[in-house]
């Protein structure tokens, strides 16, 4: 579960000043006086004032219990104060150990993205460039208007009007075309993972085609190249977005465990028989994670470090942006860079306002205007991008993602280059 800043011991505060030597050197005075006046008052009438007796009375008793009084005072003070430094000190510790173990990131071994089956098109550097935008283009099907929107053109598919069945048939050719394409760029990051390792496959697709059926062209391709054995996760509520990986970090911190996790996610769309929504790309990403403390064991490699993402609400972004830059150990002067999606303009100016605030003037690229919005690929979509964007001279790189039916919450997640720079 996200880790709750505010169910940290707080600090306590540190008492009032020491009290006065002035005032209580008076007080103390008074009450030498006072005491002195009262043996002198209640000495027995007749009793002789010379013996030992009577100047211990009138000297060590008013002396002795108005020192008691005030190093009484004097003591409390103390007392308190370094209940209060104690208390401090292990609730500093407490929240050191906490954020210590909250902030082992995850290893990106690998990613890989498609939104073109042109590869040079793909290059991350056209996106952040503004080469590459989302334009208004005729669509396929019979009596259309103009859309602006991105689809997918791969070898062999038909570009023809036709029917559901025929829109069936081109989405299983796109959905294989893009496993053979994500497999291809992953093999040898895949192949480097130790036998004793267990592979896990999170499949997430938005298509028209049956879970089974995804899966079945998922197993021809993975099979097809011969790969290791693995298993494939059936889709759940609510772990399609980021906060996936918080939970799974939550595992790793509990019991280390020797668990790989392939991450693919493809979205598609209807278009040979009708007209894909406004503003939306068909794309293809697959993120190769892996625990930190597995990737140092068994020295894998890695491109990047991902952070544990944290969710916030838009109108509180400055402490959701602030967090996620205390999870990746980085200023918000270091971040080179940024990556958003499925923000719409009110939710970016919010973000953009915490951003400045924070000292982070570096504009994040809109996925959302360049590629189009990836539907349920777009977040981690932006986590590859930022992940191809890292080099040792880029050092860190944020992503900003809103959430598909929660628009009062965005997450917030820091990507490091792990080289020297």
């Known amino acids: 579960m996200?880790?709750?800043?505010?169910?940290?011991?707080?600090?306590?505060?540190?008492?009032?000043?020491?009290?006065?030597?002035r005032v209580w050197g008076i007080v103390f005075v008074v009450m030498v006086l006072v005491g002195m006046i009262a043996v002198l008052l209640l000495w027995p009438?007749?009793?002789?004032?010379?013996?030992?007796?009577?100047?211990?009375?009138?000297?060590?008793?008013?002396?002795?219990?108005?020192?008691?009084?005030?190093?009484?005072?004097?003591?409390?003070?103390?007392?308190?104060k370094l209940d209060a430094d104690l208390y401090n000190e292990a609730a500093r510790r407490y929240r050191e150990r906490?954020?210590?173990?909250?902030?082992?990131?995850?290893?990106?071994m690998g990613a890989a993205y498609r939104f073109t089956a042109d590869k040079e098109a793909n290059a991350v550097g056209g996106i952040r460039s503004g080469t590459v935008k989302l334009m208004?283009?005729?669509?396929?099907?019979?009596?259309?208007?103009?859309?602006?929107?991105?689809?997918?053109?791969?070898?062999?598919?038909?570009?023809?009007?036709?029917k559901k069945e025929e829109d069936l048939v081109r989405q299983q050719q796109v959905t294989q075309w893009l496993f053979a394409e994500l497999l291809d760029a992953l093999v040898p990051r895949i192949q480097r993972l130790p036998d004793r390792s267990d592979l896990v496959v999170h499949l997430g697709i938005s298509n028209a085609l049956t879970a089974r059926e995804n899966?079945?062209?998922?197993?021809?391709?993975?099979?097809?190249?011969?790969?290791?054995?693995?298993?494939?996760?059936?889709p759940a509520?609510?772990?399609?977005?980021?906060?996936?990986?918080d939970a799974w970090m939550d595992q790793e911190a509990v019991q280390q465990g020797r668990q790989a996790r392939l991450y693919v996610f493809v979205q598609l769309h209807a278009l040979l028989s009708r007209t894909p929504p406004a503003g939306a790309s068909e794309a293809g990403v697959a993120l190769l994670l892996v625990p930190d403390a597995f990737a140092s064991r068994h020295q894998l490699p890695r491109v990047a470090n991902l952070h544990r993402p944290v969710r916030g609400s838009v109108d509180q972004s400055n402490t959701a942006l602030a967090n996620a830059l205390k999870w990746g150990g980085v200023g918000a002067s270091e971040i080179a860079g940024g990556w958003q999606t499925g923000l719409d303009a009110?939710?970016?100016?919010?973000?953009?306002?915490?951003?400045?605030?924070?000292?982070?003037?570096?504009?994040?690229?809109?996925?959302?205007?360049?590629?189009?919005?990836?539907?349920?690929?777009?977040?981690?979509?932006a986590i590859a991008c930022a992940a191809a964007s890292l080099s040792p001279a880029v050092r860190s790189q944020v992503v900003l993602a809103g959430i598909a039916g929660k628009a009062e919450s965005v997450d917030c997640a820091v990507l490091r280059n792990t080289g020297p720079p």
Not at 98 to 108: D, K, M, N, R
């Open 136 to 162: 208004t283009q005729e669509p396929i099907a019979r009596n259309a208007e103009p859309v602006r929107a991105r689809w997918l053109a791969v070898p062999g598919m038909k570009s023809e009007p036709g």
């Open 45 to 80: 009438d007749g009793a002789e004032t010379r013996p030992w007796k009577f100047w211990t009375s009138m000297i060590l008793f008013p002396v002795g219990v108005s020192m008691w009084i005030v190093l009484r005072r004097y003591s409390v003070h103390e007392g308190r």
């Open 2 to 21: 996200p880790v709750d800043f505010s169910l940290l011991p707080p600090e306590d505060s540190v008492p009032e000043p020491a009290p006065s030597r």
């Open 98 to 108: 906490v954020f210590e173990v909250a902030s082992i990131p995850l290893a990106v």
């Open 346 to 381: 009110k939710q970016a100016g919010a973000l953009r306002e915490a951003a400045v605030r924070l000292g982070l003037n570096t504009p994040a690229t809109d996925l959302d205007q360049t590629v189009g919005h990836a539907g349920m690929a777009a977040c981690w979509l």
């Open 237 to 245: 509520d609510g772990w399609a977005d980021l906060m996936a990986l």
């Open 215 to 234: 899966e079945a062209l998922w197993w021809e391709c993975w099979y097809g190249r011969e790969l290791r054995r693995a298993t494939v996760v059936s």
